[in-house]
């Protein structure tokens, strides 16, 4: 019983795991959309901006990007990163 447990509790991670990586990944593509595709990097560079920190609450941020043709770069890199991880998660799921 409690092997069966884990084996529920594994997947139900899995799915919320899932379910981040999606809405991440749509609210990265949002941001670009809302720009439009005829977005330079010589508008305005406050349009979109990316800050890393260290996950700590109240925490200093790290770093900060506004560059858009950087932000873009790395939103479009990280939306693969993404679906890659999710087809991942997905066949964890099926294989149960």
Same mark, same amino acid.
């Given at each position: 019983?409690?092997?069966?447990?884990?084996?529920?509790?594994?997947?139900?991670?899995?799915?919320?795991?899932?379910?981040?990586?999606?809405?991440?990944?749509?609210? *990265?593509?949002?941001? %670009? $959309?809302?720009?439009?595709?005829?977005?330079?990097?010589?508008?305005?560079? !406050?349009? &979109?901006?990316?800050?890393?920190?260290?996950?700590?609450?109240?925490?200093?941020?790290?770093?900060?990007?506004?560059?858009?043709?950087?932000?873009?770069? *790395?939103?479009?890199? %990280? $939306?693969?990163?993404?679906?890659?991880?999710?087809?991942?998660?997905?066949? !964890?799921? &099926?294989?149960?």
């Amino acid at each position: 019983m409690n092997e069966r447990i884990d084996k529920l509790n594994k997947q139900g991670g899995l799915i919320a795991n899932r379910e981040k990586f999606k809405y991440s990944k749509e609210k *990265f593509q949002g941001a %670009i $959309s809302d720009l439009g595709t005829d977005y330079n990097d010589s508008s305005d560079q !406050e349009a &979109l901006r990316v800050q890393l920190n260290n996950g700590r609450y109240n925490s200093d941020k790290v770093l900060t990007v506004s560059n858009t043709l950087i932000v873009r770069g *790395f939103i479009e890199f %990280i $939306s693969v990163k993404i679906d890659a991880r999710i087809i991942e998660v997905e066949a !964890e799921i &099926l294989k149960g």
